[in-house]
């Protein structure tokens, strides 16, 4: 049970909302939150700016699957309270929309809605020809993935109104679910300016595995990274 949570905003907290967002839920009886993910760094992270100690159970995601996932449930009730306020409820991958988040942490809770159920990936173009001579190009793409049309063009727009970039949005469908999944995509250009913003300084509370994808391209252009 978090003892003394700190409801003023700041950086730590903007993160963990950005979380709970994608990979978190908030139960029925107004009290508990949990949060799921596959990766124990994350979870370590996630339990260290909340200043919790609660239990974390694993579990293969599907019985078909290889795949571990994590959990951890703790009951706050100021806390849920709260996080209804700013825009979160039970059920809410349908119905999720604007979050209300102060712009002097956007880029936290970004960072944090990118840990949860983004994605930033790069690979090897080794088709491109020019004047018959043959060149690699790296690419780069950072993408945000929600079933809410509302939550992904709402991010779109602050994205936009605060950095000046647009990205694109597209729907497609997963395989394994058959849903209908909408995705805020960011080209190598535009993802450099955006990773660059959302690593904003060293040992913020991140995801390593994808800082690691985003330092590569990052150093290069400045000495960001310790």
Request: a positive charge; glycine letters at 6%; proline letters at 3%.
């Amino acid at each position: 049970m978090i003892q003394d949570i700190n409801y003023k905003w700041n950086s730590n907290l903007a993160y963990i909302v950005g979380l709970i967002t994608t990979d978190g839920n908030l139960s029925k009886d107004k009290r508990h939150i949990f949060f799921t993910t596959g990766d124990h760094q994350l979870m370590d992270t996630f339990k260290n700016c909340l200043g919790i100690k609660n239990r974390v159970r694993s579990a293969l995601e599907r019985e078909s699957s290889k795949k571990q996932t994590y959990r951890v449930s703790f009951g706050n009730r100021r806390f849920y309270v709260w996080l209804e306020n700013i825009g979160l409820m039970p059920n809410k991958t349908y119905n999720l929309g604007k979050i209300n988040v102060p712009k002097k942490y956007f880029r936290d809770f970004l960072r944090g809605h990118l840990d949860g159920d983004g994605s930033v990936f790069t690979y090897t173009d080794r088709y491109m020809e020019y004047k018959g001579k043959r060149y690699t190009y790296q690419r780069l793409y950072t993408a945000f993935h929600s079933i809410s049309f509302e939550h992904l063009k709402w991010l779109q727009t602050n994205i936009k109104e605060i950095i000046k970039i647009k990205g694109a949005l597209a729907y497609y469908t997963k395989k394994d679910r058959k849903m209908k999944m909408w995705k805020l995509r960011f080209a190598k250009k535009d993802s450099l300016k955006l990773l660059s913003w959302l690593y904003y300084k060293p040992n913020l509370p991140c995801l390593y595995r994808k800082r690691k994808i985003a330092e590569r391209f990052l150093k290069p252009l400045k000495n960001r990274w310790p």
